[in-house]
């Protein structure tokens, strides 16, 4: 046998027993199930985007039922009864079909949602499938701004800048990445990735650290990192998807996953934007299903078109965990999804997931790291 191939052999074992490691690493359980009054209704209400807000105290959902629905998190996962029955833990989840503390009507059907970093978690961003922007003041529940950078056409993404003064950015189907100052002004920048030939922008991202970066994810089947201080060329560009780029996360200061509709999440070093790896098992080849990343944790959440949630640890190719998306409403549709996901940031050894569904359901699940063995 030739020495070199028995050493990868040996490596390829050394890898699967490490993942099988983190196979084991964590226990995750639903802990809370919240369904909307439009299960089983004629209007679609489709959960198009989840977010948390940066106190992590507040939980708001928005799609196709043109509603800004807004949950409070403490609520939703303290309010369950938690027994151990013969050594087994058991939650009892509490009817939360009526959690929504209230919801605000939107003109359009929504795309995303963003809260504004200096607002104190007042003041939320929406892009709507109009082409248009707008800013909602959550105490007073009203739209209190709207900007139309886009000509009419589709918004996919919003994002704010981590930096003062702030700035915004949205992604659409006209090619662009709009950079616009939030104090009221139009566009100050544009982000052009295709050149001349344009391809429609789904995903837009600031580093989450505050760093100058913009991540963009493209119609192109590419994905672009801009410095926000020289915006004219993109620092790295990230070639490796065989379709649509829906999603672009920063996992750290070094590393960025994206996700695409060839069914695949490819984890890349900035540096010198080479793909480190490639996490498949999720089924994504029309729909956006979502994308999170749990930075504190090495975690990473999508959807999938199986009706599924997958989480994958960012250090191996296939999932860790898998749970189907069953609901409380009727009869189960072949064509349900898993349309989005959102990680509560804070934690280290206790993780908190959220879902959602084509059919409306929010879904919260609980992860725990096992204790290691003494």
Same mark, same amino acid.
């Given at each position: 046998?030739?020495?070199?191939?028995?050493?990868?052999?040996?490596?390829?074992?050394?890898?699967?027993?490490?993942?099988?490691?983190?196979?084991?690493?964590?226990?995750?359980?639903?802990?809370?199930?919240?369904?909307?009054?439009?299960?089983?209704?004629?209007?679609?209400?489709?959960?198009?985007?989840?977010?948390?807000?940066?106190?992590?105290?507040?939980?708001?959902?928005?799609?196709?039922?043109?509603?800004?629905?807004?949950?409070?998190?403490?609520?939703?996962?303290?309010?369950?009864?938690?027994?151990?029955? %013969?050594?087994?833990?058991?939650?009892?989840?509490?009817?939360?079909?009526?959690?929504?503390?209230?919801?605000?009507?939107?003109?359009?059907?929504?795309?995303?949602?963003?809260?504004?970093?200096?607002?104190?978690?007042?003041?939320?961003?929406?892009?709507?499938?109009?082409?248009?922007?707008?800013?909602? %003041?959550?105490?007073?529940?009203?739209?209190?701004?709207?900007?139309?950078?886009?000509?009419?056409?589709?918004?996919?993404?919003?994002?704010?800048?981590?930096?003062?003064?702030?700035?915004?950015?949205?992604?659409?189907?006209?090619?662009?990445?709009?950079?616009?100052?939030?104090?009221?002004?139009?566009?100050?920048?544009?982000?052009?990735?295709?050149?001349?030939?344009?391809?429609?922008?789904?995903?837009?991202?600031?580093?989450?650290?505050?760093?100058?970066?913009?991540?963009?994810?493209?119609?192109?089947?590419?994905?672009?990192?801009?410095?926000?201080?020289?915006?004219?060329?993109?620092?790295?560009?990230?070639?490796?998807?065989?379709?649509?780029?829906?999603?672009?996360?920063?996992?750290?200061?070094?590393?960025?996953?994206?996700?695409?509709?060839?069914?695949?999440?490819?984890?890349?070093?900035?540096?010198?934007?080479?793909?480190?790896?490639?996490?498949?098992?999720?089924?994504?080849?029309?729909?956006?299903?979502?994308?999170?990343?749990?930075?504190?944790?090495?975690?990473?959440?999508?959807?999938?078109?199986?009706?599924?949630?997958?989480?994958?640890?960012?250090?191996?190719?296939?999932?860790?965990?898998?749970?189907?998306?069953?609901?409380?409403?009727?009869?189960?549709?072949?064509?349900?999804?898993?349309?989005?996901?959102?990680?509560?940031?804070?934690?280290?050894?206790?993780?908190?997931?959220?879902?959602?569904?084509?059919?409306?359901?929010?879904?919260?699940?609980?992860?725990?790291?096992?204790?290691?063995?003494?």
């Amino acid at each position: 046998m030739d020495p070199s191939t028995s050493s990868e052999r040996r490596e390829d074992d050394d890898e699967e027993e490490e993942q099988e490691k983190a196979l084991c690493e964590w226990n995750f359980h639903l802990s809370t199930l919240v369904a909307t009054t439009a299960v089983n209704a004629a209007v679609s209400d489709t959960l198009g985007v989840i977010e948390i807000d940066p106190s992590e105290q507040i939980l708001a959902t928005a799609g196709i039922a043109r509603k800004i629905r807004i949950y409070s998190l403490r609520s939703l996962v303290g309010e369950n009864v938690i027994n151990f029955i %013969d050594g087994i833990r058991v939650t009892t989840k509490l009817d939360h079909s009526n959690a929504c503390e209230y919801y605000i009507c939107t003109p359009a059907k929504l795309s995303s949602l963003r809260w504004r970093p200096d607002s104190s978690g007042r003041v939320m961003g929406a892009g709507d499938y109009d082409g248009v922007v707008t800013e909602y %003041d959550l105490e007073r529940r009203t739209a209190i701004f709207e900007r139309d950078e886009h000509s009419g056409r589709r918004v996919w993404g919003v994002d704010y800048s981590k930096w003062s003064p702030v700035v915004g950015a949205s992604g659409s189907d006209d090619g662009t990445a709009q950079i616009w100052d939030t104090r009221g002004s139009g566009s100050v920048a544009t982000i052009c990735p295709g050149g001349a030939q344009p391809s429609p922008v789904c995903c837009v991202e600031f580093d989450p650290a505050g760093g100058p970066m913009i991540a963009v994810g493209s119609a192109d089947r590419k994905a672009y990192v801009y410095d926000a201080r020289k915006m004219a060329t993109p620092v790295a560009v990230f070639s490796g998807h065989r379709k649509t780029v829906t999603y672009a996360r920063f996992v750290s200061g070094e590393a960025m996953v994206s996700a695409s509709t060839d069914g695949c999440l490819k984890q890349w070093r900035l540096l010198d934007a080479r793909a480190v790896r490639t996490h498949r098992g999720h089924v994504n080849a029309r729909r956006f299903v979502g994308l999170s990343a749990w930075r504190s944790g090495g975690l990473l959440a999508c959807g999938s078109e199986t009706n599924e949630v997958y989480v994958y640890d960012k250090r191996w190719g296939q999932p860790i965990w898998v749970r189907h998306f069953k609901h409380s409403g009727g009869p189960e549709c072949e064509q349900e999804f898993v349309s989005s996901v959102c990680w509560k940031q804070a934690g280290e050894e206790d993780c908190t997931l959220v879902a959602g569904g084509s059919d409306g359901v929010l879904q919260i699940f609980v992860g725990r790291k096992k204790p290691i063995p003494k």
